[in-house]
Each structure stands twice: as C-alpha cells, then as structure tokens.
C-alpha cells in the first residue's frame, strides 16, 4: 500500500521507515534542484538521478546539479547530466540535497539553495538537519537504499537506467558488498530487483575496477612507497604531493584500490591518505571495526560513514596529521 510505511510520531528515521513529510515535499508541480556533494562518487550521482525521475515521475522537474568533478572512470558518462554552473540554472522552486553531510560540501551549489524549502537525504552519521524536511538513516549502507525505499512507499514503477543508477551507487558505497554487515539483506533484496531487470553485476564490476591507466597505477604505486605504519602496525598513513597527480598525467586517484590494498595487512585498523590542494588539506579516513572515521572527520569540518569518511580544511597537513594521530590514539583509549 503506497505510504504504508510512514510513521505517524517521529521525525527521526529508522531502519525502512520514512519520516513524515517526504513524500509529500517531492508531490508538487515544482522545479527542484537535486544536488549532491562535490567530488561526486556513484552513490551521491546515481542517488540524484533516481531522485530526479521520482520527482518527473510526480509532475514536477528536475535540474541535476553537481560541482564535480567527475574524475572516476564509472561515474564520467554522467557528466553531462549535471550541471555545473550555478549562474547557469533555472529558476528553481524547491532543492533535495542527497548523500551531503553538511551544505557546505555541495559546493558553490550551496547558495543556490538559499530561502529555498530544502529536503535532506542521506545516510551519514553527524549529517546536518538543515532541511525543512530531512530522511537521515546512519544504519542504511548506502543513500541509493533510501532512494529506493522512496519508489517502493509511492508504488513507481522502476525503469532499467534507474535500476542501474541505484546498483551502481549501492555497489560503490558497500564495497561491492564487502562492507555489509549482519541484518543488511535489504541492499541484498533491493539488488537482486535491479538483477532481475537486466542490470548486469559483472558490467558493474568492470567498470568499477577498470578504467585504470598506467599513469594511475604509478600514482598508487608511489603512495603505496610512503606507507609509513604506526601504534604498532595499526594506523597506517600516506600522502600525496602537492601536483603529484598531474605531473604523473594520471586520471585519477586509484583510493579505493589503495584502501583495499592497505588493509590487506591484518594489523591496520584504520588508513589515512592526505593530500594538499591550492593551500587546503584534503583526507580520506577508512576504518576496519572501531575507530569512528566520521567523528574524527567532523572535528575538521568534514563528514561520512563511520567506517568511511574525508574532509577538506584549510589547516596545514602536519597539524592535520597531528590531529588525526591524537584523536586515533584517544579512540583507542591511549
């Protein structure tokens, strides 16, 4: 039955259950901005997508919106979906941030979005309720899943490209399913309809993992060379020189395989990977089981999963690197 899943008492959402409100944000003739975070992954775009055919689906329209870039090699053919310039946008009625922990991660989107009724969508802890209506599940894998539970509440049928969409973003968020823990099979169920609609896991896993050029392969072979281990083998860092990605003429940084990579050794608990950027620190933070990678991320304005996390600040990389080693020390009750 369509919206039988809404909880009549809480503005807080559970596990497949959908705050009220939401539904009736998307049902207006509006033009919405669907907008996502910068440095975009296929979880945040494949999100937009699906939510951008919800609200056509509806009677509104849609701008897809996105900062960029679009550097990883399965999320390119997006690219020319989204737009880029928020001077080029219509005028726009309503906005749906979707998998951003805070407004300021979508970029220059965010004063776009301005006075505007908002919607928030997302599945990461510490994520701001800055919306007039926000659908924040931290116990949901992936934002694709929230989506999902989305079309399932309004009965929308699911068409092949929004199938693929919400596969690709769920695949890119649990790992390939590496990183679903117990009482998770929902991502399972919801898969397993996108199977069933012709969406190929194989094609998926292609993508995801080739694209690779050899300039890219050097990149990680470089950091992987600066891998330094620390707290007996349980922290493990490395960075990436200023400019370093350009002079190698690599197409993008190859994290997920570097991640992979790192914790193949069976002390790591957590990895670190920084980089400078026109005068700001840029990090990713990825952890196996207990340190909290989106708390310690937030103490330097960014945000994500607990296992999965990164920030941008304009502190310099060794007090940021100083700050991250005390907090993993004081998460480990040293």
Same mark, same amino acid.
């Given at each position: ?9 809480? +503005?807080? +959402? ?7 409100? &939401? ?6 003739? /509006?033009?919405? #901005? ?20 919800? &609200?056509? +689906? ?43 922990? +805070? ?7 965010? !004063?776009?979005?301005?006075? #505007? ?29 929230? &989506? ?6 309004? $009965?929308?049928?699911?068409?092949? !490209? ?14 390939? *399913? ?15 309809? *996108?199977?069933? #609609?012709?969406?190929?896991?194989? /094609? ?28 007996? $083998? ?33 002390? &790591? ?9 026109? $005068? ?44 991250? *080693?005390?907090? *993993? ?6």
């Amino acid at each position: 039955m369509i919206g039988s899943n809404l909880t009549p008492s809480s +503005s807080l +959402s559970f596990k497949g259950i959908i705050p009220p409100g &939401v539904l009736d944000f998307l049902k207006n003739p /509006d033009t919405f #901005l669907v907008v996502g975070h910068s440095e975009p992954d296929a979880d945040c775009l494949g999100s937009q997508i699906a939510l951008a055919h919800v &609200v056509q +689906s509806l009677g509104g329209r849609a701008v897809l919106a996105s900062a960029g870039p679009f550097l990883r090699p399965e999320i390119k053919p997006w690219e020319s979906l989204f737009l880029a310039d928020p001077d080029a946008c219509p005028r726009v009625d309503r906005a749906v941030v979707l998998d951003c922990s +805070s407004p300021s991660r979508a970029g220059p989107w965010q !004063a776009k979005m301005t006075g #505007l009724p908002v919607l928030v969508i997302d599945h990461h802890a510490g994520t701001d309720r800055c919306g007039e209506v926000d659908y924040i599940d931290p116990e949901a894998p992936s934002t694709a899943l929230l &989506v999902f539970r989305i079309y399932e509440a309004l $009965g929308l049928p699911l068409t092949p !490209a929004v199938a693929y969409s919400l596969m690709l973003a769920s695949c890119t968020d649990t790992g390939f *399913f590496r990183h679903l823990g117990p009482a998770q099979g929902e991502t399972l169920r919801m898969c397993a309809q *996108f199977s069933d #609609l012709g969406v190929s896991l194989q /094609d998926i896993h292609a993508l995801m993992t080739g694209g690779q050029l050899a300039t890219n392969l050097r990149l990680l072979g470089n950091l992987l060379g600066r891998l330094q281990l620390h707290y007996e $083998g349980r922290l493990a860092y490395t960075f990436e020189e200023e400019g370093e990605r350009e002079s190698l003429q690599a197409s993008n940084r190859p994290s997920d395989l570097l991640y992979q990579l790192i914790f193949t050794i069976d002390s &790591v608990e957590m990895a670190v990977v920084l980089r400078t950027e026109n $005068g700001a620190t840029i990090g990713g933070l990825r952890s196996r089981r207990t340190i909290d990678c989106a708390q310690i991320a937030s103490g330097l304005g960014g945000g994500g999963h607990v296992r999965a996390s990164g920030f941008r600040t304009e502190k310099p990389l060794d007090q940021v690197k100083t700050f991250i *080693f005390a907090e *993993f020390e004081r998460a480990l009750g040293g």
